[in-house]
């Protein structure tokens, strides 16, 4: 009776074995072998220096981190390229004297996909996100920091959701 129950556990493990079965928590459908990101300049009517290198390093490292891609300087059997188009803040709500009571941080970019294996899947779309903060308060030090991680987050979650996942 022991050995029946080795034998079992046996079959179905080897049963497992040639059954495969793909789960995803992040909803990507599709994994290339190696993905490339070209620099995003920032060609937006304000200039936020360092903008365009911290954008391009966030998707590269979304990417890595969420598939099993291999980052190549060329040749990427998928490329990601484009520009900052927008880096804009505007005052969101008044108070009663008239005066802003929130700011809105927004950065948009345009994203140009290139699906070397699929052509109907390239794409060009611009992307957007805002961050909202006190007017009182001024955009440095942890609130910018705080409101790029945040921004910079969805842009390339948005991205790579676009682009890798069947959404």
């Not at 099993?68 to 300087?73: F, G, I, R, T």
């Amino acid at each position: 009776m022991n050995n029946f129950k080795y034998i079992v556990v046996l079959v179905i493990c080897l049963a497992s074995y040639g059954c495969k079965v793909n789960y995803s928590f992040t909803g990507i459908t599709e994994t290339p072998e190696t993905f490339q990101v070209n620099f995003f300049q920032n060609t937006a009517d304000i200039i936020e220096p360092g903008l365009d290198q911290l954008f391009t390093i966030t998707l590269q490292d979304l990417i890595t981190n969420q598939t099993s891609a291999n980052l190549v300087n060329t040749g990427g059997e998928v490329i990601y390229e484009g520009e900052i188009t927008e880096y804009r803040i505007a005052p969101m709500t008044a108070t009663a004297e008239n005066t802003a009571a929130q700011n809105r941080l927004t950065i948009s970019v345009n994203v140009r996909y290139i699906n070397t294996k699929d052509e109907e899947k390239d794409f060009e779309k611009r992307f957007s996100f805002f961050y909202d903060y006190g007017a009182s308060e001024q955009l440095s030090g942890s609130i910018k920091d705080t409101a790029f991680d945040e921004i910079l987050e969805r842009l390339t979650q948005d991205i790579l959701n676009a682009s890798l996942a069947d959404w």
